[in-house]
């Protein structure tokens, strides 16, 4: 029995998802039930109760839960300890934001981070900014740079690093879709929309469509990410309702076939920050990565 055996075993008990666990801790199904296997031929009991739609722990399994998340807990504070006996910190921080974010507002705290604490290294993940907080809740990333929701999880920390207003963005190029949004009283109603699936973005569209009483909106689509939605916006599919640093930071030939259009009342910016599990403060990279921060009281 070894620390990422227990960590394996930990993630997957709290997920309760062979898929899920597989995916957030970087093996294969077929490894992450091996080595649950070998973790339950130790012991002599089963840890999990497994059927095709759930996974329960077993009650030999939440003994072993208990003795993990102690165990784990011993180890990062020995690490803890070992580190501060060393001259300057090291080991791997696992960042996720999107692709946008890594471009505006990731390198004004990383280059920070990298001049004081050069011996780290850092994981990127990118994707869809509207999945930061879920990614780190299970501990797929240490941090990650999101949209701050309406209700932050109790068990999640928040930094404001900056304030992001929405444009309402149409293709520039002759189309329907450009037809229909540049008449003199455009019936919104009928114009086609392409949504994000979750995130701010989502909900404050949504306030949108009610204040301007919209109450059967065309939706083109639902997609994942920002970036992909200004893209499908330059070919005509729809308009869309967009943080203005995903339009700023879209390549020259995209910018090029978008144009911003001025119906944006009561649009609220949302605020973009830093968060991690309060918990994890207590280690030391993710300490001294959420020091830096401008607000990380919040």
Not at 13 to 27: D, I, L, N
Not at 56 to 83: D, S
Not at 201 to 217: A, D, G, T, V
Request: aromatic content about 6%; some cysteine; proline content about 7%.
């Amino acid at each position: 029995m070894d620390i990422r055996d227990l960590q394996l075993f930990l993630h997957l008990a709290e997920s309760c998802h062979f898929g899920r666990t597989s995916k957030a801790m970087h093996v294969s199904p077929s490894t992450l039930s091996r080595q649950i296997q070998r973790l339950e031929d130790q012991l002599g009991h089963p840890l999990f109760i497994r059927d095709n739609r759930s996974v329960k722990l077993t009650q030999a399994g939440e003994h072993l839960k208990q003795f993990a998340q102690q165990t784990l807990l011993q180890y990062q504070q020995l690490k803890h300890a070992l580190n501060q006996q060393s001259p300057s910190l090291s080991g791997e921080l696992h960042l996720f934001c999107s692709v946008t974010a890594a471009y505006s507002h990731l390198p004004q705290v990383l280059d920070k981070f990298r001049a004081l604490h050069p011996l780290v290294e850092i994981k990127l993940t990118t994707g869809d900014a509207a999945d930061a907080v879920d990614k780190v809740e299970t501990k797929e990333a240490d941090l990650g740079i999101a949209g701050k929701p309406e209700k932050l999880p109790d068990n999640v920390r928040f930094a404001k690093i900056g304030e992001i207003p929405l444009v309402l963005i149409a293709p520039s190029l002759p189309c329907a879709v450009r037809s229909m949004v540049t008449e003199d009283d455009p019936d919104w109603s009928s114009v086609p929309f392409i949504l994000p699936e979750h995130g701010p973005s989502r909900k404050r569209i949504e306030l949108w469509f009610k204040r301007h009483h919209i109450h059967n909106p065309v939706i083109y689509a639902t997609v994942s990410g920002h970036e992909a939605i200004v893209s499908m916006v330059a070919l005509g599919c729809g308009i869309a309702l967009i943080p203005s640093v995903v339009v700023d930071n879209s390549p020259e030939p995209v910018r090029s076939r978008i144009s911003q259009l001025d119906n944006i009342s009561m649009v609220e910016p949302f605020e973009l920050g830093v968060c991690l599990l309060s918990k994890r403060l207590s280690e030391p990279l993710v300490k001294a990565f959420w020091e830096l921060l401008p607000e990380h009281s919040i």
